[in-house]
């Protein structure tokens, strides 16, 4: 199957900066994304990759290994607000429509 | 721009009974995903919708149906309803050749008692 990785939960401190990984298999990879999603809401975009690299938006920045099949989201200066679940999500070709998704990591940001 | 709408965001039916969800995508979006959420299972893909044709869809069975409306407004049924099929069911839409980045909507919020 196309499972994709990621840890189930992870807690940090407010202001400090979290490292979420994901790995997924590479056969057929043709881009990643990573949503966030708050307790009881919709999940929303933060980024996406299909080169290797990383992209930077603000304190959020994601990074691609494609031949690795690895990706991981790193949040700077942690606030409260970000306190939420991080998927991370897999296009396998075809339409974009079909995104296989992780299970999420919950992030918990402490004072 | 709006964003995607979904109606009813809540709904209580009970086993055997029919359901039918609502979704109305970002003005210009001609694609809609549908996904079910569960604790257990995480966002799993249903099927997605293009110009009114299904162009895609995820290991569900036949009891959940789609279909997209020529305004791009998609309904997903599901037919005999169970127990486990409770769960948060969203919609998102993405313009088709732009970035394709997926935009979610509110969800729906079903319990099957």
């Known amino acids: 199957g196309q499972n994709i990785d990621q840890p189930t939960e992870m807690t940090a401190t407010e202001g400090a900066i979290v490292q979420i990984n994901c790995t997924y298999q590479t056969s057929g990879f043709n881009g990643l994304f990573w949503y966030q999603q708050h307790a009881g809401e919709a999940p929303t975009f933060l980024s996406y990759n299909v080169l290797d690299g990383l992209e930077e938006k603000g304190r959020f920045s994601s990074f691609l290994s494609r031949s690795k099949g690895y990706s991981y989201l790193l949040l700077k200066e942690l606030q409260m607000k970000d306190s939420a679940s991080y998927l991370c999500?897999?296009?396998?070709?075809?339409?974009?429509?079909?995104?296989?998704f992780g299970k999420g990591t919950k992030l918990s940001v402490k004072p | 721009k709006a964003g995607v709408t979904q109606t009813p965001r809540y709904l209580i039916k009970t086993r055997g009974q029919q359901v039918t969800l609502s979704c109305s995508p970002i003005s210009g979006h001609r694609s809609v995903s549908w996904y079910q959420q569960t604790p257990g299972q995480g966002l799993q893909f249903l099927f997605e919708?293009?110009?009114?044709?299904?162009?895609n869809k995820g290991n569900f069975p036949g009891r959940f149906s789609g279909r997209q409306f020529s305004n791009s407004r998609s309904e997903m049924n599901v037919s005999t309803l169970e127990l486990g099929d409770s769960a948060l069911y969203l919609c998102a839409s993405f313009e088709t050749g732009g970035s394709d980045t997926q935009y979610f909507g509110p969800g729906t919020r079903l319990t099957v008692l």
């Open positions: 919708y293009f110009s009114e044709t299904q162009r």
């Open positions: 999500a897999v296009n396998y070709g075809g339409s974009q429509g079909n995104l296989i």
